[in-house]
C-alpha cells in the first residue's frame, strides 16, 4: 500500500502553522502526526496539500499498489489503521461526514469534497484528530503519553546521572547522547521523554508530561510545567506550561510562555511574557484565518500562536489569545494587537510590512546558523506567502 496524507477542510483553521507545512506536519506530542502515521505503519508517506507547498512536499502515487489517502488532522490508533487497511478500491472510510481516509486503487488524484463512486463505512475508532489551533496545546497531554508508549516500548532507557533529583523513574525515559546534570524531574503526572542528544543544564525543573526533541537544550534553570512539548534544535529558558514548541525555534531566556503553540524558526527574545488568561476570567476568543474574524475558543486559558519565522524584541508582552502570522517582527513597549499578520514589523505603536528582500535574508541567516540551507524551494514558499497575505 501507498500512502498519502492529504490536508482535508481544516487546513485553514490551522492557519497561520499551516501556511509553510502540511496538516500532518503539526507536532501534537513528542512526534508529528507524520511521524506518527509512519512508525504505525512502517511506512514512508507523501502529501496532498496546498500548491505552492507541493515542490518540497509532493503526492507521490504508486502504479502497482493500492494508494490510500488519509486525512493529515487524525492521528492514529490501533482500530482506526485496521479499518484503513481493510478499504477496498473505491471505498471511504468517514467520521460522520467527515472524510479520515479512502482507497483509490490505482494511481489517481482524489477529492476528499466529492465521493461519487465510493462505498462509504463509517469509522468505529474514536481517533484523536486538530480542528483549531488550540487542539494542538489541548490535547496534547493525551497525544504525549500515546507517543511515549509508541517510543520506549520494549526499549531501555539510558540511565540518569544521580546528581538528579527523581520521582517515578520508570515514567522517563532517556536517549542516548542525552546530558543531564543536576535537575529535578517528577513524572508523576505523566511520561517525561529526553530525545537524543538533547541537554538539561543544571536547576532545571520538569513536571511531566514533558517531551524534549533530539539536539534541544534547556537552559539553566528553566521551569517547565506539562503537558509540553519541545521539538528538536530547540533553546528553551524561562517558564512555560502547557505549550508545543515544533522545532528550530529559540526561547532562550527568562520570560513565561503558557498555553501557546510557536512554529518553526522562531525566536522569542528575553523577558518576553504572554498573557494566557484574561482579567475578567472570561472565554478567549482567538483569530481565525477560515473566518476573518475573531472566533470562541470555549477556552479560560490560550496564549500566543506564532507562525514560521516570527521573532519578538527584548521584554515584548502579548495579550491573551494572540495570533501572529509568518515573518513577523514584533517589538517595542506595550501590547500588539491580537492579530499581528504576517510580514508585520512593528508594535503596539503600529505595523508597516516586512521588507521581503530583509525576511529572505534573515532566513537564510538563521538556516546557515543551524548548518542548513534556506534554498530556493524555502525561498518560494515565502515568496507566495508574502504575496498571499499582502493586505489582509
Not at 502515487?61 to 493529515?72: H, P, S, Y
Not at 463505512?121 to 497525544?143: C, G, T, V
Not at 520521582?167 to 505523566?190: D, P, Q
Not at 472566533?295 to 524584541?313: E, R, Y
Request: aromatic letters at 10%; a negative charge; charged letters at 20%.
Amino acid at each position: 500500500m501507498n500512502f498519502i496524507l492529504f490536508d482535508g477542510n481544516t487546513r485553514n483553521n490551522l492557519l497561520p502553522l499551516t501556511f509553510t507545512r502540511p496538516v500532518a506536519d503539526i507536532r501534537l506530542g513528542i512526534l508529528t502526526i507524520r511521524e506518527k502515521w509512519e512508525k504505525n505503519l512502517n511506512s514512508k508517506t507523501s502529501s496532498k496539500t496546498a500548491g505552492y507547498l507541493s515542490k518540497k512536499h509532493p503526492t507521490v502515487f504508486l502504479i502497482d499498489e493500492e494508494n490510500i489517502w488519509i486525512n493529515g488532522a487524525y492521528c492514529p490508533n490501533i482500530q482506526l489503521i485496521q479499518e484503513i487497511k481493510l478499504l477496498k478500491p473505491m471505498e471511504v472510510l468517514l467520521d460522520s461526514t467527515t472524510v479520515i481516509a479512502s482507497n483509490t486503487g490505482e494511481a489517481k488524484d482524489f477529492e476528499y469534497d466529492s465521493l461519487e463512486g465510493f462505498t462509504k463505512y463509517e469509522s468505529h475508532s474514536k481517533a484523536m484528530r486538530i480542528d483549531e489551533l488550540w487542539d494542538i496545546f489541548s490535547k496534547n497531554e493525551e497525544a504525549i503519553k500515546v507517543d511515549f508508549e509508541l517510543l520506549t516500548a520494549g526499549r531501555q532507557s539510558q540511565v540518569l546521572s544521580s546528581s538528579n533529583h527523581v520521582i517515578s523513574l520508570g515514567n522517563i525515559f532517556v536517549e542516548e547522547g542525552a546530558k543531564i546534570e543536576c535537575a529535578t524531574f517528577n513524572a508523576s503526572n505523566g511520561p517525561i521523554y529526553i530525545g537524543k542528544n538533547a541537554e538539561v543544564m543544571e536547576g532545571s525543573l520538569i513536571r511531566g508530561p514533558f517531551s524534549l526533541g533530539e539536539h534541544s537544550i534547556l537552559k539553566l534553570g528553566t521551569k517547565i510545567y506539562g503537558p509540553t512539548t519541545i521539538g528538536p534544535h530547540c533553546k528553551i529558558g524561562g517558564e512555560i506550561n502547557n505549550s508545543v514548541v515544533f522545532g528550530y525555534s529559540n526561547k532562550a531566556h527568562d520570560g513565561f510562555l503558557g498555553n501557546s503553540v510557536i512554529g518553526e524558526w522562531c525566536n522569542i527574545g528575553a523577558d518576553t511574557n504572554n498573557s494566557n488568561l484574561k482579567n475578567n476570567y472570561t472565554e478567549v476568543r482567538l483569530w481565525s484565518y477560515e473566518q476573518e474574524n475573531f472566533v470562541k475558543t470555549g477556552l479560560t486559558f490560550c496564549g500566543l500562536i506564532m507562525g514560521d519565522h516570527s521573532k519578538c524584541a527584548i521584554n515584548t508582552m502579548f495579550n491573551t489569545g494572540t495570533v501572529v502570522g509568518v515573518s513577523a517582527n514584533i517589538f517595542g513597549p506595550g501590547f500588539p494587537r491580537n492579530f499581528i499578520p504576517s510580514f508585520a514589523w512593528g508594535g503596539a505603536s503600529g505595523f508597516t510590512t516586512y521588507k521581503i528582500q530583509d525576511a529572505l535574508d534573515v532566513a537564510s541567516r538563521v538556516f546557515e546558523r543551524r548548518g542548513l540551507t534556506f534554498d530556493e524551494v524555502e525561498q518560494e514558499i515565502l515568496l507566495h506567502i508574502y504575496e498571499l497575505t499582502d493586505k489582509k
